[in-house]
């Protein structure tokens, strides 16, 4: 019964260093959503996918990229990591998009240090 | 496009008081419109959601939430909270052609004995 499984919990990072965030969900989901998370800003959409293949930007997609090669992954990369990138960033999956009534299934979130 | 307001940022309750957390939306044609919570650490949890119907649709953990057109609010309620409700609030939107949900800002709550 995993759900949205992201990895790993915790990181931190140097400025100017990459990562990728990993993503995997196992409910056979199209659509799939990057967030991050700031104090009092509530959830802002990085990227989203409707289905393998197809990614496309949210609101705050600069300095990050994504790819969708299967179903079950949705992976977040950082290339040139910076402080303002510091941040709880949270992948969601959900079986239709934001006009229906299925509900966005979360992981438990990547809290993001960069120094 | 749709938006969506939680005019509270924080609220503190009373254990065993009654609860409301405000939640406005934008959007020209029937949302829908769902209420998530966050305990500390967690990922988001659905709440309820609603589509059409009953303008009052019940959730898990004993909250429930009212849909008001004329009023375009969607709050949460619940009669009688408890300590472990302590978490944050977050309400959002969908809409007709949009993939995407949007989410208020969240409220914060807060429980004292």
């Known amino acids: 019964n995993a759900g949205v499984t992201q990895t790993p919990k915790f990181r931190i990072l140097k400025i100017g260093q990459s990562m990728t965030l990993q993503c995997a969900q196992d409910?056979?989901?199209?659509?799939m959503y990057w967030y991050r998370q700031d104090p009092g800003m509530g959830l802002k959409l990085i990227y989203y996918?409707?289905?393998?293949?197809?990614?496309d930007k949210g609101e705050v997609p600069n300095g990050y990229n994504v790819s969708r090669s299967t179903t079950e992954d949705f992976p977040l990369r950082l290339e040139l990591a910076a402080p303002s990138q510091t941040s709880v960033y949270f992948c969601?999956?959900?079986?239709?998009?934001?006009?229906?009534?299925?509900?966005?299934?979360f992981g438990d979130g990547t809290r993001l240090s960069i120094l | 496009a749709q938006s969506v307001t939680q005019p509270d940022i924080h609220i503190t309750v009373s254990e065993g008081a009654s609860l409301e957390l405000r939640c406005n939306y934008s959007?020209?044609?029937?949302?829908?419109l769902f209420w998530y919570v966050q305990s500390p650490g967690q990922g988001l949890q659905l709440l309820l959601k609603?589509?059409?119907?009953?303008?009052l649709v019940q959730g898990i953990k004993g909250f429930e939430a009212e849909f008001k057109r004329s009023q375009s609010s969607f709050n949460l309620r619940k009669p009688s909270v408890h300590w472990s409700d302590a978490a944050e609030y977050f309400c959002?939107?969908?809409?007709?052609?949009?993939?995407?949900?949007?989410f208020g800002t969240g409220t914060r709550l807060t429980i004292i004995p």
């Open positions: 969601a999956s959900s079986s239709e998009g934001g006009y229906s009534n299925q509900p966005q299934h």
């Open positions: 996918s409707v289905g393998a293949g197809i990614t």
């Open positions: 609603y589509f059409s119907g009953d303008t």
């Open positions: 959002a939107v969908g809409a007709e052609g949009n993939e995407k949900l949007t």
């Open positions: 409910m056979n989901h199209n659509y």
């Open positions: 959007y020209g044609a029937t949302p829908y």
